[in-house]
């Protein structure tokens, strides 16, 4: 048996005995190192003449290039080994409790009030803010409800002096817009509003509204039509049926009160709807000619459609909630179940 | 208001179930809310809109229907006999506005007895109770033409005359409800030769009212003032089916068939003998004529219907029209519509046109999508900053509260802000809504405290609203923004509570809500918000705890405070477990948020190093960094303590304190010798300024 046979054999042994990846490196070092077996031989290369050199180096080049695959090989299966014993070892208890990342929930009114707004300020409709607390002249008079009008009684009041009051509606809004701005304009005006009645399960004394007012040259009742078929329709979902009936509003005329088909018994009757298969939605009608004259718009060139609607009835609806004051208890375990709505814009 | 299906069917042939009257009385504009079964016959239940007194009848309902269904409306049949010579009484008007027409008519030799049942029935299922016939009859005409009647016993009267007039200062008057009022000029009252024998239009003297002797009556049927009724009305807290009516506004031409159709019943029902009317109406009925320019049909409703089309669709509603005038070139076509004596609410052109819509039908316009215009853009800064609020404390976790803007005067109380007083409704609904809240604290405090009570361990809520309260001068206002007059203020904020730990985990000990939790929440908030600067000072909030709460200051200005509940208020809202608030001035906020110009991330390495010093108990840890900050703001970027420690390593008194600085220089990398000459500076301002001995 020749040296290179030997020292071949001794290699493949080395190569076999090796356990781990460290093992193996050690016999890298021990042939191929700088002090190496197979490197010293290689190096005295040097010292022989032309024709063993060739002899030799061709012999320790091809037990090199040997080595070197066979390293590598083995590297790749012990690597892999050592892998899958890492991972048999690094196991977890996944069914263990996670931890808790805390999560709020917007409130159902105001996140319905927000989807609300969103919808018309997807069409075009600008936001407006006005105060809760308002002057006798914005709540009634420039709304065509002047002192001594039966309309009063439809909207009792909290007063905290003669005319001082809290807000009935939303609509005094539009007064303070119309003020401010001259036609065209589109706005919708979000917030809170109070009425001195008694509290159930479908009456609250206080409750949100979103109001809206739109404003030009050749609006008509088919607008106020489209527009709040639109909205109804993304709000509640495209097949649900809506209908429009005469209603009286001293601030609009035509006046009509809007109703939507049941959610709950698609408009067979149930208790939610009374039976009648529709639940009232929203109050609307074309703005009335005496309030264009209170805010000094000319009623002969412009006309506008106005709309109010009721925010809780909307998140009953909605929610599936049929007794309102429990919007108001704020108890956590109802909240926590409101789903956040995912936002586009 | 409640009416009778069979009695409709009298006055209309329905030949249609009840339902499917109620559907088309519902899509006139005339709501059924309920359908009942009594007896033989359905109650339906309408709620009339206040602009249609003349629905307030059977025979109004009748007339809509009659006109919704195309069918003909049969008024009951009047046969009655007027005697001559029994008229003995003079009746006198002197305050024509606020009676333009009154009808006396004398019946003499009544019998009053109980109603016949056929009629005590229908008042009963009309919610009324069976009196006696005569008083019965006057209600049924109301229930069946609307115009409200009266019945006098003649015998009660000092004299045969009767007046319509102002009540004289001093005047008393018992009312049916047997309440004595004093009245004044106010009042219209209608009187005898000596004193008030009912409050005109809304309710009769006890002492003239229709008894069992009763014999001989006057019957009244008038019309009066619907402000001065009203007012009167409301002035004593009296509402009746007649106030109702003539507050809203009761047709001329009711006032003498009902006469005449009561007058015949008391006949009939009551053997009465009854005499020819006598009235008094100065003024005669002259009819409303209205211009209805077709153009307008179009422009307000968006259907186009041409000048035979709109006749053809008024005259269902009994309106007249004149023939049109063919329209000149130059002239826009214009109908003359002649409004009927029972429609008090159409006056103007507008009126008209909705009357044209409701008989169209709102169902058969058209739905178009309008073509709006491009407008500016205009949304409330304070909406985004509000919507943000919500959306950072709910992502730290709190539930978005809904409370009411109503308290009671003790929970209102100490969350006043200094020097101001509560604003309150003159009209509260009870005494748990007496005031208006000056904070939200209090509604979230009750309920929070409520989930505590339901065993729910911990509570995080927040809150975005508005609050109010009444400045100490009520006479001046200098507020701009939202403040409103008469000393009243309305402010928005935003505000959360809470209570209990963290949600605890198998992994990590319970970890407790405490102050530095809300501090924190505060700073996570101004980040969110692009606020930077804030301070945190000593608070005299009175609703926290002294001790363990801080005003946070913005620009040196107060803009909101955070701490414990007073342990003094405890009693309004116990807790097993401490109870920690806060609330900010969203308007402040709004004053301070801005757009911030980015920097591009830092191009030089940065260089940690720690510092520890001893000091003063006292010495307040802000002090620290503020000296860190003014002797080397530039290079020092950041300071995070991540160590307080007191113990026997330090002396007593003493706190020790560790610090991680950051330092970086924006143009190039600082050096160690650099480095160790910053640390110098800092320990020795922290010395010389706080005594602070390095560790």
């Known amino acids: ?305 106005a709309f109010g609607l009721g925010v809780e009835r909307i998140a009953m609806l909605k929610f599936g909630v049929e007794d309102m004051r429990l919007f108001y208890e704020n108890d956590v375990r109802l909240l926590e179940q409101i789903p956040r709505r995912w936002a586009w814009g | 208001m409640k009416v009778l299906f069979n009695w409709l069917n009298e006055l209309v042939p329905l030949d249609l179930p009840p339902e499917k009257v109620a559907q088309t009385l519902t899509l006139c504009g005339l709501e059924v809310s309920q359908i009942e079964s009594r007896g033989n016959d359905t109650i339906l239940d309408l709620e009339v809109t ?291 004596a029972h429609r008090v609410d159409v006056t103007q052109e507008v009126d008209v046109l909705e009357e044209l819509a409701r008989v169209y039908g709102y169902h058969e316009i058209p739905v178009r999508y309008p073509r709006f215009p491009a407008l500016e853009v205009t949304i409330p800064p304070l909406w985004g900053i509000e919507q943000l609020c919500r959306e950072v404390l709910i992502g730290l976790g709190h539930q978005e509260a809904v409370t009411n803007s109503f308290l009671n005067q003790a929970q209102a109380r100490p969350f006043l802000p200094v020097g101001a007083a509560g604003a309150v409704p003159l009209n509260p609904l009870s005494e748990e809504w007496a005031a208006l809240r000056p904070s939200l604290l209090p509604g979230l405090l009750s309920c929070v405290t409520t989930n505590l009570r339901r065993q729910v361990p911990s509570v995080r809520l927040c809150e975005v609203g508005r609050v109010f309260w009444r400045e100490g001068n009520r006479n001046h206002d200098t507020n701009g923004g939202l403040g409103v007059g008469g000393g009243l203020k309305e402010g928005r904020r935003v505000a959360w509570v809470l209570a209990g730990d963290e949600t605890p985990h198998w992994m990590a000990p319970p970890r407790p809500i405490n102050f530095y939790a809300l501090t924190g929440m505060v700073s996570h908030l101004f980040t969110a918000l692009g606020i930077s600067g804030h301070e945190w000072n000593a608070t005299l909030a009175p609703w926290l705890h002294p001790g363990q709460s801080a005003d946070v200051t913005l620009n040196g200005e107060v803009i909101g405070a955070v701490g414990q509940l007073h342990p003094g208020l405890t009693s309004l809202w116990e807790s097993p477990v401490p109870l920690w608030l806060a609330e900010l001035d969203l308007e402040a906020l709004g004053r301070s948020v801005s757009l911030r110009q980015l920097k591009p991330p830092p191009r030089f390495p940065s260089v940690l190093r720690d510092l520890a010093i001893v000091l003063d108990e006292a010495i307040p840890y802000g002090q620290v960094q503020q000296v860190l900050h003014t002797v080397e703001g530039n290079l020092l970027e950041k300071t995070v303590l991540f160590d307080v420690y007191r113990g026997p390593q330090v002396p007593k008194e003493k706190k020790s304190l560790t610090l991680s600085l950051t330092f970086r220089h924006s143009e190039r990398t600082l050096t160690d010798r650099e480095i160790e000459q910053l640390l110098q500076h800092l320990r020795e301002a922290l010395q010389k300024q706080l005594g602070a001995l390095p560790r």
């Open chain 1, 1 to 305: 048996m020749s040296d290179w046979a030997r020292l071949q054999e001794e290699v493949t042994s080395d190569l076999q005995q090796a356990r781990t990846t460290s093992e193996l490196e050690a016999i890298r070092v021990k042939y191929l190192g700088r002090k190496g077996r197979l490197t010293e031989v290689l190096r005295s290369l040097a010292k022989l003449s032309e024709g063993q050199r060739r002899l030799v180096g061709q012999e320790a080049n091809a037990l090199r290039d040997f080595l070197e695959s066979a390293l590598t090989a083995r590297r790749q299966a012990l690597r892999q080994k050592e892998l899958e014993q890492t991972l048999k070892e690094e196991r977890l208890d996944v069914t263990l409790p996670p931890i808790p990342f805390p999560l709020g929930h917007r409130h159902p009114i105001t996140q319905t009030l927000s989807e609300v707004v969103e919808i018309f300020t997807h069409m075009g409709f600008a936001i407006a803010d006005g105060p809760e607390l308002e002057t006798d002249y914005y709540n009634f008079t420039a709304l065509n409800i002047p002192p001594d009008h039966p309309a009063r009684d439809m909207q009792d009041t909290f007063y905290l002096t003669e005319e001082w009051l809290l807000r009935t509606h939303t609509s005094p809004v539009q007064i303070h817009v119309m003020e401010r701005q001259s036609p065209p304009l589109r706005i919708v005006a979000p917030g809170r509003v109070f009425r001195h009645e008694a509290i159930d399960a479908s009456h609250s004394a206080v409750f949100h509204q979103v109001e809206g007012l739109a404003v030009d040259e050749g609006i008509s009742f088919s607008d106020l039509k489209g527009t709040l078929s639109l909205f109804v329709r993304h709000c509640f979902g495209p097949s649900v049926g809506l209908r429009f009936r005469p209603s009286y509003f001293p601030f609009t005329e035509p006046s009509a009160e809007v109703d939507v088909q049941c959610l709950l018994c698609q408009g067979t009757g149930c208790r939610t709807c009374g039976g009648s298969g529709w639940i009232e939605m929203l109050g609307a009608g074309m703005v009335h000619p005496k309030v264009f004259e209170a805010v000094h718009y000319d009623p002969e060139r412009y006309t506008g459609f």
């Open chain 2, 50 to 340: 206040p602009n249609r007194p003349d629905c307030m009848s059977h025979v109004g309902i009748a007339r809509e229907l009659a006109s919704a269904l195309r069918r003909p409306l049969r008024l009951p049949e009047i046969r009655l006999r007027e005697l001559p010579g029994i008229e003995t009484i003079q009746i006198g008007v002197k305050d024509l506005k606020g009676c333009p027409r009154y009808i006396g008519r004398v019946i003499r030799e009544v019998t009053v007895a109980p109603s016949p049942p056929w009629l005590a029935q229908r008042l009963l299922y009309c919610g009324f109770r069976p009196i006696n016939n005569v008083v019965d009859v006057t209600n049924y005409v109301l229930l069946e033409a609307g115009h409200p009647l009266h019945a006098f016993d003649l015998a009660r009267f000092a004299g045969p005359e009767l007046w319509v007039r102002r009540a004289r200062k001093g005047e008393t008057l018992k009312a049916l409800d047997e309440q004595e009022r004093t009245l004044d000029d106010q009042v219209l009252v209608i009187a005898d030769g000596e004193r008030p024998v009912a409050l005109a239009g809304i309710v009769g003297g006890e002492e003239s009212a229709v008894s069992e002797d009763t014999h001989d009556l006057l019957l009244e049927s008038a019309i009066f003032d619907p402000i001065l009724i009203r007012r009167t009305a409301r002035r004593f807290g009296i509402r009746t089916e007649s106030s109702y009516r003539f507050e809203r506004g009761v047709g001329w031409q009711g006032t003498a068939w009902a006469s005449q159709r009561a007058a015949a019943l008391l006949q009939d029902l009551a053997g009465g003998k009854v005499s020819k009317a006598r009235g008094v109406a100065p003024n005669p009925w002259s009819p409303v004529t209205i211009d209805l320019r077709i153009a307008r049909v179009q422009q307000l409703l968006g259907v186009a219907l041409d000048s035979a089309a709109v006749a053809e669709n008024l005259r269902r509603l009994q309106f007249t029209i004149e023939p049109t005038k063919p329209a000149a070139m130059s002239q826009p076509a214009t109908l003359r519509v002649t409004v009927p």
